[in-house]
């Protein structure tokens, strides 16, 4: 599947395949409800850098196209009826 373009990675492009094959709202469920794992974790992941003034950054919302990316994400979640309020910002 070709990203058109777009700064988004392929990873979500396969989201959004799976998401639109999925066969039952269950199936959608159980997609998103990973989805939702995931970015949890990129979430509360701590920035490995060690520079001063890094500390305690995450490495997930250091760039602003991983930011757009999660936001997206975030989105996505939303739209299909699940609650993503742990990335409210």
Same mark, same amino acid.
């Given at each position: 599947m070709a990203t058109g373009g777009t700064n988004?990675? !392929?990873?979500?492009f396969? $989201? %959004? #395949? &799976?998401i639109g094959e999925s066969k039952s709202k269950q199936e959608e469920d159980r997609i998103i &409800? !990973?989805?939702?794992?995931?970015l949890k974790k #990129? $979430?509360? &992941? *701590?920035?490995?850098?060690? &520079? *001063?003034?890094g500390g305690g950054a995450n490495t997930l919302l250091s760039s602003k196209k991983r930011s757009k990316e999660f936001l997206v994400r %975030?989105?996505?979640v939303e739209m299909?009826?699940?609650?993503a309020s742990f990335g409210y910002m």
């Open positions: 988004l990675s !392929r990873e979500f396969e $989201l %959004l #395949k &799976a &409800a !990973r989805e939702i794992i995931v #990129k $979430l509360e &992941a *701590p920035s490995s850098s060690t &520079a *001063p003034g %975030l989105l996505y299909l009826g699940h609650d």
